[in-house]
């Protein structure tokens, strides 16, 4: 049986499995918060799961190994600034957002000011953040069918897209949150063992000598001449060629790493669906541990398809090293046990990424559908007078045409590393969504026009930073290879559009004489105990 017909059994299996989990959860759905929140019936382990499942997207299994494979320490860099990025959400985000909202990240900033201008503001930028990540699983499914079924053109990707695309809309319409969690729950357990079990094969290859492997990497993928220097930062970040524009690029890619976490819509909803301020925390410190694990096990994925399948094969597969993983999947199993190793573990890999990108792509897709309804339709265009019935309604219908941008901009994106374009919606979730968040739990201050000004200002300021760099235009990888319009030299826009969003948030208080010291007396007390934040609705 050849590799192809076996993951397409694999994976149609896991989708019929998950198709199931939907039906099931559809069934369970029967109220609003049934839909956004999954009943709130999920324990802080389970929770815990889904978060890693959501966390662990396409960027973080096929993106991050392409990275190290084709840069060395250099992309080792991105596993480091997704994990240390969950210390900022811990600390500050999750336990404090569980108790003060109910369903979205608006709930939060609309208690104690004008709802409409928040809630439409906040609307946005979580359907606009969430997109981005979208493209990024996107982009991940196109590369990796086209690795398993041999698929070179651009029109068999764009076609796979569509289908990734269906299917998540299937999902989140009928299986809501529940669903979603479940499905998630399912991938995080199957891409732990996936990724588990290829570190080892690695490892044990090299006798469990990790110097044995990284020097292989080196000899193998360094610059020929200088293989060392795989190792050590300066292959892809600050260059010598960058100048002092690729040290600040790389600063501003830390900057939107460490800090995007705690403004993503997807991860921030997953906090209401447990029941307690005590499971929050606890289900983030879960997520934390199985994160970190498999951030770990990206060292040994990357740097072992850079010794074992090589910098150069990899490039020719996907130029963004998007099919790193799976191609060290084919090639271990052949060194351990033969062409059948190599057809059944890249078989195996490949549907567990495939699975991935389902998980993560209908939490992705859930988020936004739900901040449409539940803020811009139930609270801005309604103005609280929608029935639940209507809000779900409007959620599903919503989840279809957020699906379909997400295909067409997803069709366009290819060629792009999905790591890479993860950190631009890091960047963009950072520069709109955290100064709002932070501002309103912390300042006693804060008012209607600093939380528009932070979230449009950031959120304006990081997308036009984004379309005049080169990432849009100027060169071989950008989005249009043959135009030429960079105004900005840095790839993300961090280090720039994220100051600007806490400045702005600043100006915007000062400048208005808005103030109700009572609201925000009453959601201190709600973000320390939880009192009230479930049976009462805000604005």
């Known amino acids: 049986m050849s590799s192809t017909t ?36 999920f324990s802080g382990v389970q929770n815990g799961l889904a978060i890693g499942g959501d966390y662990m997207s396409a960027a973080s299994f096929l993106g991050i190994a392409g990275i190290i494979a084709l840069s060395g320490y250099d992309g080792f860099l991105y596993s480091i600034g997704f994990l240390v990025a969950w210390l900022v959400a811990l600390l500050l985000v999750a336990e404090l957002m569980r108790n003060s909202g109910k369903f979205t990240m608006a709930d939060v900033l609309a208690f104690r000011m004008s709802p409409r201008p928040v809630r439409t503001a906040a609307g946005v930028s ?57 499905v998630q729950i399912v991938k995080a357990v199957l891409l732990m063992g996936g990724a588990a079990l290829v570190t080892l094969l690695v490892l044990g290859k090299y006798g469990f000598n990790l110097s044995a492997l990284l020097g292989q990497a080196a000899a193998t993928s360094g610059p020929p001449g200088n293989p060392g220097n795989f190792l050590i930062p300066g292959l892809k970040y600050g260059t010598e060629a960058q100048g002092l524009a690729g040290k600040i690029d790389l600063i501003s890619l830390g900057l939107a790493l460490v800090l995007g976490t705690a403004g993503l819509p997807h991860i921030l909803i997953r906090f209401y669906t447990v029941p307690t301020a005590k499971d929050a925390r606890k289900s983030v410190l879960w997520g934390i541990g199985i994160i970190g694990v498999f951030y770990l096990l990206t060292l040994v994925l990357g740097f072992g398809a850079a010794a074992l399948v090589g910098k150069a094969k990899i490039a020719a597969g996907d130029a963004a090293g998007n099919t790193a993983a799976p191609m060290l999947a084919q090639q271990i199993g052949q060194d351990m046990f033969g062409p059948v190793g190599g057809t059944i573990l890249l078989a195996l890999i490949g549907a567990v990424a495939f699975a991935t990108i389902l998980a993560v792509v209908a939490g992705l897709t859930l988020a936004s559908s739900s901040s449409f309804s539940h803020d811009l339709y139930a609270h801005v265009f309604k103005r609280g007078q929608a029935s639940e019935r209507q809000e779900v309604v409007v959620a599903r219908v919503s989840a279809f045409v957020i699906g379909a941008v997400a295909i067409g901009l997803g069709i366009l994106a290819q060629g792009q590393n999905v790591a890479f374009l993860v950190a631009l919606a890091f960047a963009v979730a950072a520069s709109g969504n955290l100064p709002a968040i932070l501002y309103s739990l912390f300042w006693k201050r804060f008012n209607t026009a600093g939380a528009v000004s932070a979230i449009y200002g950031g959120l304006v300021s990081a997308l036009l930073l984004v379309i005049f760099s080169p990432v849009v235009s100027g060169g071989p990888t950008a989005l249009f290879k043959t135009a030429d319009f960079v105004l900005f030299p840095l790839s993300n826009p961090g280090i720039v559009s994220i100051p600007l969003g806490f400045l702005c948030g600043w100006l915007g208080t000062i400048l208005s004489k808005e103030y109700n010291a009572a609201k925000y007396a009453e959601i201190e007390v709600r973000s320390l105990t939880g009192v009230g934040a479930e049976k009462a609705t805000p604005h």
């Open 6 to 41: 076996l993951g397409m059994i694999l994976f149609l299996a896991f989708v019929a499995a998950t198709l199931a989990i939907t039906f099931w959860a559809s069934r369970q759905t029967k109220t609003a918060a049934d839909y956004y929140a999954g009943g709130r019936s």
């Open 126 to 182: 979580t359907i606009v953040v969430s997109i981005f990540y979208l493209l990024a699983q996107m982009v991940g499914a196109g590369a990796l069918v086209g690795l398993l079924l041999g698929i070179t053109g651009e029109a068999g990707k764009a076609w796979t897209i569509v289908g990734v695309g269906a299917l998540m809309i299937v999902y989140v319409v009928f299986g809501g949150m529940k669903g979603t969690t479940w």
